[in-house]
Structures are given as C-alpha cells and as structure tokens.
C-alpha cells in the first residue's frame, strides 16, 4: 500500500500540484496548489499550500501557509504556521508564530511565541508562552499559560489552570530573535471568564472567575471570584467581590 | 422559555459535576455545542442550557461513563450514524422494528439481505410513528421517500421529520433542528420525531441487543 504513493520533492523556487504522496518535502520556496495527503511532510523555507493539508507527521522550519484546513498526526514547527481553516493535531510543538482563522482542535499544544486563534481551542493538555490572542473559548484539561506581551483570551475553561507572566529567564532563544516582547511591563492576560476546578492565576484581568479551589497571585484585578472550596488571595491583587457557594 | 433553562451554575450545584467535567464532555461532544445557549445577565454573559436535555443527557453520562470510555460515550451520542451493517435475520431476531414497518420498506426498497445503519434508522423512525398510530401506512412510504432523498444532506445535522396532513392529503419535511415552524390552521401535525435523539435510542436499544 505504501510503495503505491510517490514522493513528492520541491527544491528551490517552484510549484507542484497536490495530490496523494508518501514523503512530501519543500527545500526553498514552494507553492502546492490543490490538496496534500501525505504521509509525512517537511517544510524548509517558504512553503504554501492552496488546498487542504493532510499529514502524519509534519516539520516546518521556516514558514508554512495553508489556505485550507490542516489535520496533523504530530506536528513540529520552528517558525511560522498559519491557516486559514481548522486545524486538527495530535500534538503540536511550535516555537514561532501561530495563527489561524478558524479553530484549533488537538490532543497536545505546546505553543511558545505569537499564538492568535480566531475561534475556540479545545485540547487535552494545552502549554502557551508568548502573546496570546483567541477570540473563542480556550478549553483544555491543563492550562498552563505565561504571558510575554498583552494576551487576551475570550474564556478559559478546564480541569486545572494555572496562568501568569513569564519570566526573562526561561524565554527561548529562538524566540528572542523572531519576537522581541517589548511590551513586557503589561504582560497581562485579560479574559472574561475562567472556570475551572484548580485555578491558579497571577497578572490576570479577569470579570469572573469560577472554580473550586483558587488561587490568586500577586497582579491580578478581579471582578468576581466564586469559589466552592477554597480561596486566597495575595494581597498585591485585587478582587472586588468574593463569594463562596 | 425561561423556565426551561438551567444556568451552569445551578447545573453543575444540582448534578454535582465539576466545571472540568463539564468541559471536557463538550470537548469530547457528548455535549453538543448548540445547548450552550450564551445570555447577558447582570453580572455579564452567561451560560443556559436547556433543562431538560442537558439534566437528561449528564444523567446518561454518569451512568454509562464507568462501562464505556469517553470516546465511545461520543460514538452513542452522536447524531452521526453507527457503522454497522445488520443482517434480516439478526434484526427481526432483535425485535427492535416490528414487522409491519419492515413490510412497507420492503415494498419500496425491495428485499435486502443487510441493512445499513441509515436504512435501520429509517425504519425505526417509520416504525415509531406507525407504533404510535401517529402515522397511517400510506403516510409512511411518503416518510421513506423522504427521508431515503434527502437524509443524507442533512447527516450528522440534528434535525426533525415532520409528517402533516392537511384536507385528507398528507406530507413529510425534514427540518434541520432547532427551528420554529409554523403551520396554517388547516395543516395538523400528524407526526414529529426528533432525529438525533431517535439515533441515540436507537444505539442504545443495537447496543442492548447485543449488535452495533
């Protein structure tokens, strides 16, 4: 079944049609009209895609943009990844700049740099640094968030949470060279909502926060904490009203 | 309508579920998305679902989720059709269409060995409203056309068949849910079934059988 699907190469500055293939790769600037399905595909330089994106595994070093949907088995990105569509991964590990219009739906993100979804975010387990921005709902188990820049998220939903400002230490290399977070001083992440069962929040503007066992950090303004279990509150934050239920 | 909304709030104080539970049935659509029902309260935006459903469906859930996992909870769940293929014998064996509504979808469709699990709906729809005495025969082979024409645009779309009768002449439409219609005061509304939730009973009643 394998050997029946050719391989695809496109090497310097060229096109190719899409199709059925078995390893797909891009070395310079390459331009793939119609749909890929691929069993794996790697991207060095310039890589666009008109059409729809199917791959097993998928590594990108440099820039790939994809005018449809993307569905990934596991996904690699050091650069940038931008959709036009949904896109579907098993695990995804981008250091770079992410951006879709549409929804992300995924096992495993682990995200660093410039992350802008357009739609909701759902995944098991979801790991975010940089500068954040999704207009829907990010849903995931375990949230964990450090903020590098302004980030606005619409609402956050989950198991645990745990969200705050990253320190300079622990930015990546990489990303120090492709995004340079000038605007630190305000690293806040404001959101509507957060509901949760663990929430642990710092640097966070937030009108609600609903959860079970609650922890507030220091830098945060909070409308509305209602809480089932537990609370404390750091006195460098402040929270207007408190009830517990 | 607003007496048939139930906050998260109180969803959640009444079925003692956590909100990570609750998201991660949504996630994993054992909740569907249009039951999230978004509103603007004093206190900001807010989240209602309607009563009955949601307090029905978390039921099943707690129920089932110690016997099956949470993938194939969605499998049950969702309004997309099972991949099944049921021979005549297994069906009939089963009980679960009764003979008369077989009859009809036979004469239509001509005998088949097996049955797809869009024609199985079809027929469970059908026997429904034909158990029910909701429906006459006649009525029924029009639902058959109906839904064997035009199901298939709306698969994995929620929606309701509708059998009308107005003066001695009857009708079916599909509907996609949810949606109001409104009919003129001749028209009766013979028959109404919800799809997606005949599809759940349906696999729970395959899967009680012991098939699918």
């Not at chain 1, 890929?36 to 060095?44: E, I, M």
């Not at chain 2, 869009?118 to 109906?146: A, P």
């Not at chain 2, 009768?165 to 996609?176: E, F, P, Y």
């Amino acid at each position: 079944m394998k050997n029946e699907r050719p391989d695809l190469k496109i090497i310097g500055n060229n096109s190719a049609s899409g199709g059925r293939y078995d390893n797909a790769k891009v070395i310079g600037n390459g331009l793939i009209t119609g749909d890929l399905d691929c069993a794996t595909f790697k991207g060095v330089g310039d890589s666009r895609l008109q059409g729809n994106l199917k791959a097993g595994t998928a590594k990108i070093t440099g820039s790939l943009h994809v005018d449809g949907k993307a569905e990934i088995g596991d996904m690699r990105v050091t650069g940038d990844l931008d959709l036009d569509g949904d896109f579907h991964a098993r695990h995804c590990h981008l250091r770079g700049r992410f951006t879709t219009k549409a929804g992300v739906r995924a096992d495993d993100l682990s995200l660093m740099g410039h992350i802008t979804v357009k739609k909701n975010c759902e995944a098991e387990s979801f790991n975010g640094e940089g500068q954040i921005r999704i207009d829907g709902l990010l849903n995931a188990d375990r949230i964990e968030i450090k903020t590098y820049g302004p980030s606005r998220i619409s609402e956050i939903g989950g198991d645990s949470i745990d969200i705050g400002k990253g320190s300079a230490a622990s930015f990546g290399k990489i990303i120090k060279v492709l995004f340079v977070p000038s605007n630190w001083g305000n690293a806040m992440l404001t959101v509507n909502s957060i509901e949760g069962d663990d929430i642990r929040l710092s640097s966070t503007r937030a009108r609600v926060v609903r959860g079970n066992n609650v922890v507030i950090e220091s830098g945060c303004e909070i409308d509305l904490v209602e809480y089932t279990g537990s609370l404390r509150v750091n006195h460098g934050s402040t929270v207007k009203e408190k009830k517990k239920i | 309508m607003e007496n048939d909304l139930i906050s998260k709030k109180e969803l959640l104080d009444l079925t003692g579920i956590s909100y990570g539970q609750l998201y991660r049935w949504k996630r994993k659509l054992l909740i569907p998305e249009e039951w999230f029902i978004r509103k603007s309260t004093f206190t900001g935006q807010e989240t209602f679902f309607p009563r009955d459903k949601i307090l029905s469906r978390i039921e099943k859930i707690k129920n089932m989720k110690d016997d099956a996992s949470l993938d194939e909870l969605a499998d049950m769940l969702s309004p997309n059709p099972a991949d099944v293929n049921i021979s005549r014998e297994t069906l009939k064996s089963s009980g679960i269409i009764s003979g008369a509504a077989t009859a009809i979808f036979d004469e239509l469709a001509g005998e088949q060995d097996t049955f797809s699990f869009t024609s199985i709906l079809h027929l469970y729809l059908l026997d429904k409203l034909l158990q029910s005495g909701e429906i006459s025969g006649d009525e029924g082979k029009v639902l058959l056309k109906t839904l064997d024409e035009n199901f298939s645009g709306l698969e994995g779309k929620n929606c309701d068949v509708i059998v009308i009768r107005k003066l001695g002449a009857s009708s079916c439409i599909l509907v996609s849910a949810p949606n109001q219609i409104f009919f003129d005061t001749n028209t009766k509304v013979a028959g109404r079934l919800n799809v997606a939730s005949s599809i759940e009973e349906l696999k729970a009643k395959l899967a009680n059988a012991g098939i699918g």
